[in-house]
């Protein structure tokens, strides 16, 4: 079985303050796990994945998540967040032998000018 | 690569009525995937395939949902007499190899009234 946890369903920082997205995951063999974005009425786009090479993973626009087995967590971070992050995010996790993902609730992020 | 398209993207419908909806894959991906994903939710999985065959399906899925990929190419999701429960967003996804990175379509949004 699978499972995850986004704690905080809204974040809001102020534009150039750092972005901190939670995420927690539950998995009874060693997970795949990805964070995606989603724009207003679009699809999701990848972020970044974790496969089990580093454990730190650099993905698109500046973000990049930490994989901690010992707290089963993956947290997104951005140093310095732009208008433009502003979205809703969904962490995911995908048990290598298994087909589906399976999501978290999300999180929306706002940026203040 | 052109990525994964949906059609429609929305589709209004009145309660009882049958609707279908069409997802082509990235041309070389053989897994294929049927998400759904109502406001403030992340997706929710509903059904796979690896070419043509149907090698999951969430037991949420109800027995007016059906979902066909009869040459492992595109695939097709038909709901039988719609209810308002079945409002959402419908996401279809590829991927070339299990538990890889999954490419999201733009989602085919349904209201029934």
């Known amino acids: 079985a699978q499972s995850v946890t986004q704690l905080g369903s809204h974040v809001s920082v102020s534009e150039g303050a750092l972005v901190l997205l939670r995420c927690n995951y539950s998995?009874?063999?060693?997970?795949?796990l990805f964070w995606y974005v989603q724009y207003p009425n679009q699809g999701l786009q990848l972020l970044l994945k974790?496969?089990?090479?580093?454990?730190l993973v650099k993905g698109i626009n500046g973000f990049e998540a930490e994989f901690k087995k010992s707290e089963t967590s993956f947290h997104l971070t951005k140093p310095s967040a732009h208008m433009s992050d502003a979205a809703e995010y969904f962490c995911?996790?995908?048990?290598?032998?298994?087909?589906?993902?399976?999501f978290g609730d999300g999180t929306t992020l706002t940026v203040k000018p | 690569d052109t990525g994964v398209s949906q059609d429609p993207r929305h589709k209004i419908t009145k309660r009882g009525q049958n609707v279908t909806f069409r997802c082509d894959p990235i041309?070389?991906?053989?897994?294929l995937y049927w998400y759904r994903q109502t406001l403030g939710q992340g997706p929710e999985f509903l059904t796979y395939?690896?070419?043509?065959?149907?090698?999951?399906k969430s037991r949420l899925l109800s027995d007016r949902f059906s979902a066909e990929r009869p040459k492992g190419s595109f695939s097709t999701l038909e709901i039988q007499r719609t209810e308002q429960g079945d409002s959402a967003m419908y996401l279809c996804?590829?991927?070339?190899?299990?538990?890889?990175?999954?490419?999201f379509g733009p989602g085919t949004r349904l209201t029934v009234l």
């Open positions: 998995s009874s063999v060693p997970p795949y």
């Open positions: 041309s070389e991906h053989n897994r």
């Open positions: 395939f690896q070419n043509e065959a149907q090698l999951e």
């Open positions: 974790y496969t089990s090479a580093a454990t």
């Open positions: 995911a996790v995908n048990m290598r032998n298994a087909g589906k993902s399976t």
């Open positions: 996804a590829s991927s070339l190899l299990q538990g890889d990175t999954q490419y």
